[in-house]
């Protein structure tokens, strides 16, 4: 590509600056709706700006700025696939809390479920139900008798499933008028239905809990330092290293092209990997999550360990998406590989306090 000439880039700078205080000025004096305001966060992160700078400037903190941004972009979404004139027009003046639980779901499954939410009114807790409900439901290769693909029957479908295996009569009864609440087709209300005279229970058999791993000590936190090799040597051997830059909590190393590595201490579990791969993400997109807040985690998974068990978690092929997931029984979805260790980073008070040693050795 043909570089820009100096007064070019000069002119490119000053447009992309005038458009960020525009955009600042938007946000401080709340002009506009709240998908507006995810657009210009967006946009403002994206030209430099860090959360924090533009909480300083505008008052719309980190965890704010995240829920406008990626409500922003599920809305978006559902505008694209052809939601509903009511559907959108409620969701634009509110509801961003709401559409961001909608995240992890496909295009036409937000705009699905987001008039879902619309018609019944439900809020941010209750639509992050649904749509786990719509995310186990969609992992189905072959929907269960009776039931369509329309999230009102993924619903009814997890309402029935869990009244199945529960024999305390209030906690079924509240499922089944729940399930009969929610069901989108005759065949799945019949479903449900059968339930009132069909009191068999059928146990659920517990999850696992997940493999995590905290980073507690320094000596857990290994560096990854470059080779130059074996003397005799060059100066010009010495130059050709890298400079190895440490990114994140994980202190991952990226080098020349598209190929980067991680440090990992040597426990079994990673040691005893026929191929460990690793995955960064947050600890909301693992299944079984119950922090409140989310964090960075490093999630290790083994390739070569394809081969189904309840006691495990396994990342799958769901629809051309990477999924984690804990199944009861053989599923249908492809396996990849087993989640065999996930990693939280160390918790620092204040990481530029660590690294003066003299005030470590006081």
Same mark, same amino acid.
């Given at each position: ?11 490119? *700078? ?23 305001? %995810? ?15 533009? #909480? ?28 509903? !004139?009511?559907?959108?027009? &409620? ?13 992890? $779901?496909?295009? @036409? ?10 018609? &019944? ?6 639509? /992050? ?6 995310? *186990?439901?969609? /992992?189905?290769?072959?929907?269960? @008798? %009776?039931?369509?693909? &329309?999230?009102? *029957? ?14 305390? #009569?209030?906690?079924?009864?509240? $499922?089944?008028? /729940?399930?009969?609440?929610?069901? &989108? ?13 069909? +009191? ?11 493999? #995590? ?12 330092? =470059?080779?130059?090799? @074996? ?23 990226? +080098?020349? %092209? ?6 990992? =201490? ?8 026929? *191929?460990?791969?690793?995955? $960064? ?5 693992? =299944?079984?999550?119950? !922090? ?18 309840? %006691? ?19 599923? @249908? ?11 939280? =980073? ?17």
């Amino acid at each position: 590509m043909t570089d820009l000439p100096p007064n070019a880039q000069s002119s490119n *700078d000053n447009d992309q600056n005038d458009i960020a205080q525009q955009l600042l000025l938007k946000l401080r004096q709340k002009q506009g709706n709240w998908v507006e305001w %995810g657009q210009a966060c967006a946009y403002l992160q994206k030209v430099g700006y860090n959360t924090q700078a533009i #909480f300083e400037a505008t008052g719309f903190e980190p965890i704010q700025q995240n829920q406008v941004i990626v409500g922003a972009q599920v809305y978006n979404s559902i505008e694209k696939v052809g939601a509903s !004139q009511d559907v959108l027009s &409620h969701y634009s003046q509110r509801g961003s809390d709401v559409l961001y639980e909608l995240r992890l $779901l496909t295009q @036409e499954e937000r705009a699905a479920t987001a008039t879902l939410t619309f018609q &019944h009114k439900l809020d941010a807790d209750e639509a /992050r139900e649904i749509a786990k409900a719509v995310k *186990d439901f969609s /992992r189905f290769r072959n929907l269960p @008798e %009776g039931f369509s693909n &329309h999230p009102g *029957d993924a619903v009814a479908y997890q309402c029935w499933k869990l009244a199945r295996q529960n024999s305390d #009569f209030q906690v079924r009864s509240r $499922l089944i008028a /729940r399930g009969l609440k929610f069901a &989108h087709t005759q065949t799945a209300r019949k479903q449900i239905e059968q339930l009132l005279t069909d +009191f068999t229970v059928e146990p659920k058999r517990p999850a696992p809990t997940l493999p #995590f791993y905290r980073l507690e000590s320094a000596e857990e936190m290994p560096r990854l330092v =470059p080779v130059v090799g @074996e003397l005799p040597l060059t100066p010009k051997d010495l130059q050709a290293v890298p400079l190895v830059e440490e990114i994140g909590p994980f202190r991952m190393v990226k +080098f020349a %092209g598209e190929q980067a590595w991680v440090p990992l =201490p040597g426990w079994q579990a990673v040691l005893s990997a026929e *191929d460990p791969i690793v995955i $960064l993400g947050n600890s909301d997109r693992l =299944p079984a999550q119950t !922090q409140n807040t989310p964090e960075p985690v490093m999630i290790v998974i083994d390739r070569a360990q394809r081969q189904w068990e309840s %006691g495990s978690y396994f990342v799958v092929d769901n629809s051309g998406e990477l999924d984690f997931q804990w199944f009861e029984t053989a599923p @249908e979805l492809p396996i990849l590989g087993r989640i065999i260790v996930i990693v939280r =980073p160390k918790k620092i008070l204040d990481e530029e306090f660590t690294k003066d040693s003299w005030q470590i050795d006081e």
